[in-house]
């Protein structure tokens, strides 16, 4: 099972941006799935987390700003991002909990996407 992160790209300040990350392989189920980000020079950190049925948290620094969304039919994962200011520029990362054919769950790491945010 893998998670595939698309979307990122260069921003003016203000502007928006769409992630998406897609869970695939032999999945029986898929339960929370998050967005992290790093930002240079800093940890990884929680940005946005929704559960199966579609409760959503945000991190204080993007709520009103950013959207959390899922397609369960689709196993994926969205991420609107709006008023995008410099300090969001980071690689983003995709995080989910699956569980495929045969195997008990496992919490899996997607390939990070960059979202650059100029001034």
């Known amino acids: 099972v893998q998670l595939q992160a698309s979307g990122g790209g260069l921003v003016q300040a203000g502007g928006s941006l769409r992630l998406s990350c897609a869970a695939s392989?032999?999945?029986?189920?898929?339960?929370?799935m998050a967005w992290y980000r790093q930002a240079p020079g800093k940890h990884r950190e929680l940005v946005a987390r929704?559960?199966?049925?579609?409760?959503?948290t945000y991190a204080d620094s993007v709520k009103g700003r950013f959207t959390i969304s899922r397609d369960n039919a689709e196993n994926t994962m969205y991420l609107q991002m709006s008023t995008l200011e410099p300090g969001d520029t980071a690689v983003y990362y995709c995080?989910?909990?699956?569980?495929?054919?045969?195997?008990?769950?496992?919490?899996?790491w997607g390939e990070g996407t960059l979202v650059t945010v100029s001034s």
């Open positions: 929704i559960t199966s049925v579609g409760v959503t």
């Open positions: 392989g032999s999945l029986i189920s898929v339960n929370n």
């Open positions: 995080n989910a909990d699956l569980r495929a054919a045969g195997r008990t769950w496992a919490n899996v």
